[in-house]
């Protein structure tokens, strides 16, 4: 009785440990197989996070064209500044003289200038000397002043050597010319066709190319003003003591007589430095 009992107990037991063990078995697997369902969610989940992130055809060639439309922007900008700079260049060139000084209005202030160096497209120049002072003078009806009288040692551009046919190194004269016809009557005057001579023995009409074209019919009552270049290939600017100007008397335009009992123009001006 008590073997029966005994057996029947371990029987009992071993009944009750395997339906334990088969529930938690179940158990395990239902956790298991939700835990593997929870991580594909969580998967398709990622990847459908992951491709949402992934700019679509669409969105690509926008940027693309965002992207080019900056691009472009940037040329024009630096196309714009290019072009304004080049603008900037040429107004400075068209304003400034020749010989670079400081204004071009007077004798005064070119002499604050010499032994200056300037670079431009003509090339590399430096104020030698000036006019001691400025000469005005008169033949028949005009009334003509001789200012900034100044010598030059340059260093010709390659471009300026070959359109003046001169070499490399130079020297020119300057002369600012006004001139101003007093009478009731048009005549003719050439101012921008005088002629230097220099205390060094040189002789040289005005360079055509260079001056300012000032000079053709005066109207009555009327002045005009200019600068008149003469290139020395052989002078040496510092060397330079004197500079004797001379043009023509001015003439009828019907006659080609010299009006009112004109005379040629004959100057004779000191530069020093």
Known sequence: ?????????????????SACSSDESSGNEEASSEESGSSEESNDSSNKESNDDEPTQEE??????????????????????????????????????????????????????????????????????????????????????????STWDTTLSTDYQQILEMPADITY????????????????????QSTIST??????????FMSNSFGTEFLAETEKEGYVYFLLPDAEADAIESIRFTTDAPFSEETFEPVDGAEDIDEEIEVTD
């Not at 029966?4 to 009750?16: F, K």
């Not at 900056?70 to 068209?94: H, N």
């Open 60 to 149: 690509l060639e926008q940027q693309e064209q965002e992207l080019e439309e900056r691009e472009q922007a940037l040329e024009e900008e630096e196309a714009s500044q290019e072009e304004a700079e080049a603008e900037e260049e040429g107004a400075d060139a068209e304003e400034a003289p020749a010989d670079g000084s400081s204004d071009g209005t007077s004798t005064e202030n070119l002499r604050e200038n010499i032994g200056e160096t300037y670079t431009n497209e003509l090339g590399e120049t430096t104020l030698a000397k000036v006019g001691e002072e400025d000469v005005e003078t008169s033949s028949g009806p005009i009334d003509m002043t001789l200012s900034e009288v």
């Open 173 to 192: 004269v300057q002369v600012r010319v006004t001139a101003e016809n007093t009478s009731e009557e048009d005549i003719s005057f050439y101012p921008d």
């Open 199 to 208: 205390s060094e023995g040189d002789q040289v009409d005005a360079n055509m």
């Open 1 to 17: 009785m008590i073997k029966y009992l005994l057996a029947t107990g371990v029987a009992t037991a071993v009944l009750v440990t």
